[in-house]
C-alpha cells in the first residue's frame, strides 16, 4: 500500500511541474495588466528567479521581467531584422566590421533604471560563428560578444 501511495504521490508532482512553468504570481501578474492593460494571451515562464511575460505588442514579440516583488526589471521587444531601429543604431551596424554578416535578430532591451540597448546578433560568412553586438540608442557600441556557444543571448544572465 505504501509502495502504491508513493508511487500516487510521484505521479502527482511530476505531472504538476509544467503547470508551475506557466505561473507567476498574482502580484506579478497585477502588475503586468497595470503596465500593458491590453496583453492577452500572455504565456509566463521563469528566467532565473525572475517571472517573464510573453505575449504580442503592436506586432511584436514582446517579453518583460519582473522580480518576485512585482517589479518590472527589463522587457526586451522582438523587432527580428534592422528595419525598426533607430538611424543611429543603423548606421553604426552598417559602418562596422560585422556588416557583411547575416543578421539573424534584433532585439530592443529597455530597463527601468538604466539605458537601452539594441542586440543585434550578426553570423559571419562561411562559418558557424556569430557575434552579439550592444548598440545604444545613439549607436554607441557599448559591448561585442563571440556568441557562438551561448544558447541565452537575451536572458536574465546576461543583463539582469
Do not use: C, H
Not at 553604426?92 to 539605458?115: H, I, N, W
Amino acid at each position: 500500500m505504501k509502495k502504491l501511495t508513493y508511487s500516487f504521490l510521484l505521479l502527482m508532482l511530476l505531472t504538476s511541474v509544467p503547470a508551475l512553468a506557466d505561473y507567476a504570481p498574482v502580484n506579478v501578474q497585477t502588475a503586468l495588466k497595470k503596465m500593458y492593460p491590453a496583453a492577452k494571451d500572455v504565456a509566463w515562464s521563469r528566467d532565473e528567479t525572475y517571472y517573464v511575460a510573453d505575449f504580442i505588442q503592436n506586432g511584436f514579440d514582446t517579453k518583460v521581467w519582473f522580480n518576485s516583488k512585482a517589479q518590472w526589471e527589463m522587457r526586451q521587444i522582438d523587432w527580428e531584422t534592422m528595419d525598426e531601429v533607430p538611424n543611429a543604431v543603423y548606421n553604426a551596424f552598417a559602418a562596422s566590421e560585422y556588416s557583411d554578416g547575416m543578421v539573424q535578430g534584433v532585439t530592443l532591451v529597455q530597463f527601468p533604471k538604466r539605458e537601452a540597448v539594441v542586440s543585434v546578433i550578426v553570423g559571419m560568412a562561411n562559418t558557424q560563428t556569430r557575434y552579439q553586438l550592444l548598440f545604444t540608442l545613439d549607436g554607441g557600441l557599448e559591448d561585442e560578444r563571440n556568441a557562438t556557444y551561448f544558447n541565452n543571448l537575451l536572458g536574465a544572465e546576461v543583463f539582469l
